[in-house]
């Protein structure tokens, strides 16, 4: 307990899941606009130390199931902090928030997510103020080189908007620093086990071509953690022998996942979406799904809402994708990630993309290789398979060569409806399924003595 907080705090809460009909009210999330979390070390007269502030209305002003803005600002100082690990401190903050009962804090930077339950908020947690104090306690615990800090939560719309650029400026120029610097020139990855209360299996493995899955952690980012706190959940992580550069094998980071997987995941494949592919945690910013009809990928990020071309909204495969387990085909990534000259490298890399969102083409556009915009479809392009096959035609993309002429596309072999499925007695039903087969072979059977064959 933290003095003054009227609910628990502590690991044990760590991993607690709000759903839609426990949830007093939430900040941020899919259908919110404006939302971030950003840290930044100031001299120490530019902090009040010890203070939290509420601009806006708080908690207890907020109707119950409301959706709103919100901007969480923290302002640290000491003599041994630099601005190398404000991103670092910033991921903190997705940490700690886990800590407190009822409370569940998801994504990071410019995509936060927090819910409220209704049961802590019956118990008293009705400000933010209270969430304020939990972080100020926390952090001087854990992060002593932090000798002053003020929060700031913004609920304010107009002021959650409006400092929302300066926001965005600050993890831009974090991100532009991490560019250039190849994986080969570096003996040292980092790992990065913050997620593991949501999925214990994953680890995320951070290069300089390849960010962490929520797009907060560059391999500087890493570096500085590991520096600033060596025992902490951002760890050094030695690449050891490099077993495959297609896929991205390394010995280092092979012997890492099995050790913290328990042994669950002992291969990871960081280029590649088959295979051994890299696990995906819950906070990935998009994810990188296989489309079998068209032999390519589409890519959605969280803040899509609409359905994508396989009929799938980035929740639907999120739940699929998420948990700490390697899923052929569905792949969690960073938006950073696919400015990487790394990214999906061993399946095609983004000869083999075929859709996007036009918000994240564009976003991305200055880092996209030559002809990729022009042939690369979005959700005015094509709502349906049969309308993006049809554009990849049309614009000649490079996956069409991969289409066999007597088998033009993968195909259905059956829907749920008219495949009844019978295992060691149970009759199994599966629903929004489809299955894909490369090959058919059907034998015809000679009938047994019961008629029924063999």
Same mark, same amino acid.
């Given at each position: 307990?933290?003095?003054g907080v %009227?609910?628990?705090v502590?690991?044990?809460n760590?991993?607690?899941r709000i $759903?839609?009909q +426990? /949830?007093r009210l939430?900040?941020g999330g899919?259908g919110?606009?404006a939302?971030?979390?950003l840290?930044?070390v100031?001299p120490p007269e530019?902090?009040e130390h010890? !203070?939290v502030?509420?601009?806006g209305p708080d908690?207890?002003d907020? %109707?119950?199931g409301a959706?709103?803005?919100?901007?969480?600002l923290?302002?640290v100082?000491? &003599?041994?902090? +630099?601005e190398d690990f404000e991103?670092?401190i910033?991921?903190?903050?997705?940490e700690? *928030?886990?800590?407190?009962e009822?409370?569940?804090?998801?994504?990071?930077?410019y995509d936060?997510w927090? $819910?409220?339950?209704?049961?802590a908020? #019956?118990a008293?947690?009705? *400000?933010?103020?209270y969430?304020g $104090?939990?972080l100020?306690s926390l952090f001087?615990? =854990?992060?002593p080189?932090?000798?002053?800090?003020?929060v !700031?939560?913004f609920t304010?719309?107009?002021?959650?908007e409006?400092?929302?650029p300066?926001a965005l400026s600050r993890f831009?120029?974090r991100d532009?620093?991490?560019?250039?610097l190849?994986?080969?020139?570096v003996? *040292? @990855?980092?790992?990065?086990?913050?997620?593991?209360? @949501?999925?214990p299996r994953h680890?995320?493995?951070i290069t &300089?071509e390849?960010?962490?899955?929520?797009?907060a952690?560059?391999?500087?980012?890493g570096?500085?953690?590991?520096?600033?706190?060596p025992?902490?959940?951002?760890? #050094?992580l030695e690449?050891?022998?490099c077993?495959?550069p *297609?896929n991205g094998e390394f010995?280092?980071?092979?012997?890492s996942a099995?050790e913290?997987?328990?042994?669950e995941?002992? $291969?990871?494949?960081?280029?590649?979406? @088959?295979?051994?592919?890299?696990t995906s945690c819950?906070?990935f910013?998009g994810?990188a799904?296989y489309i079998? +009809?068209? =032999?390519?990928?589409?890519?959605v990020?969280r803040g899509?809402?609409? !359905? !994508?071309v396989?009929?799938?909204a980035?929740s639907t /495969?999120?739940?699929?994708?998420a948990?700490?387990?390697?899923?052929?085909g569905f792949?969690g990534v960073?938006?950073?990630?696919?400015k990487s000259?790394?990214?999906?490298?061993?399946?095609?890399?983004?000869?083999?993309v075929v859709?996007?969102?036009?918000?994240?083409?564009?976003r991305?556009?200055?880092?996209l290789p030559?002809g990729?915009?022009e042939r690369?479809?979005?959700?005015?392009?094509a709502g349906?398979?049969?309308?993006?096959?049809? @554009?990849?035609?049309?614009h000649?993309?490079?996956?069409v060569?991969?289409?066999?002429?007597e088998?033009p596309?993968?195909? &259905?072999?059956?829907?749920?409806?008219s495949?009844p499925?019978e295992?060691?007695?149970?009759?199994?039903i599966l629903?929004n399924a489809?299955i894909?087969a490369?090959?058919?072979?059907?034998?015809?059977?000679?009938?047994?003595p019961?008629g029924r064959?063999?």
């Amino acid at each position: 307990m933290i003095e003054g907080v %009227p609910v628990d705090v502590g690991l044990a809460n760590e991993g607690e899941r709000i $759903r839609k009909q +426990e /949830m007093r009210l939430e900040f941020g999330g899919p259908g919110v606009g404006a939302k971030w979390e950003l840290v930044r070390v100031r001299p120490p007269e530019a902090v009040e130390h010890d !203070t939290v502030r509420v601009v806006g209305p708080d908690i207890r002003d907020l %109707p119950e199931g409301a959706r709103h803005p919100l901007g969480i600002l923290i302002d640290v100082a000491g &003599p041994a902090l +630099e601005e190398d690990f404000e991103g670092i401190i910033e991921r903190r903050i997705h940490e700690y *928030t886990n800590y407190v009962e009822g409370l569940m804090h998801l994504n990071q930077r410019y995509d936060i997510w927090i $819910r409220l339950s209704k049961k802590a908020f #019956a118990a008293g947690f009705d *400000t933010l103020e209270y969430l304020g $104090r939990v972080l100020l306690s926390l952090f001087r615990s =854990e992060l002593p080189i932090i000798e002053a800090m003020q929060v !700031t939560f913004f609920t304010d719309p107009a002021e959650v908007e409006a400092r929302l650029p300066e926001a965005l400026s600050r993890f831009e120029a974090r991100d532009a620093r991490a560019r250039g610097l190849s994986d080969e020139e570096v003996d *040292t @990855f980092y790992g990065c086990a913050l997620c593991q209360s @949501f999925a214990p299996r994953h680890i995320c493995v951070i290069t &300089p071509e390849r960010y962490a899955n929520c797009g907060a952690i560059s391999w500087f980012d890493g570096r500085a953690a590991a520096r600033m706190d060596p025992k902490g959940p951002i760890f #050094a992580l030695e690449k050891g022998t490099c077993i495959d550069p *297609t896929n991205g094998e390394f010995e280092g980071v092979n012997a890492s996942a099995k050790e913290r997987s328990m042994g669950e995941i002992d $291969r990871v494949w960081l280029y590649s979406a @088959f295979g051994h592919p890299h696990t995906s945690c819950g906070c990935f910013e998009g994810i990188a799904f296989y489309i079998p +009809e068209v =032999e390519g990928f589409g890519i959605v990020h969280r803040g899509y809402r609409d !359905t !994508t071309v396989n009929g799938l909204a980035f929740s639907t /495969m999120a739940d699929s994708t998420a948990g700490g387990r390697q899923v052929d085909g569905f792949h969690g990534v960073s938006l950073e990630y696919l400015k990487s000259r790394k990214f999906l490298q061993a399946d095609g890399g983004w000869d083999r993309v075929v859709w996007v969102p036009a918000e994240i083409l564009d976003r991305i556009a200055p880092f996209l290789p030559e002809g990729v915009r022009e042939r690369t479809a979005n959700e005015q392009d094509a709502g349906t398979i049969e309308e993006l096959r049809a @554009f990849l035609e049309q614009h000649d993309h490079p996956v069409v060569g991969r289409w066999m002429e007597e088998v033009p596309a993968a195909r &259905p072999l059956a829907t749920v409806g008219s495949l009844p499925l019978e295992v060691g007695g149970y009759r199994v039903i599966l629903k929004n399924a489809r299955i894909y087969a490369d090959r058919v072979i059907i034998l015809r059977e000679e009938p047994g003595p019961t008629g029924r064959g063999p």
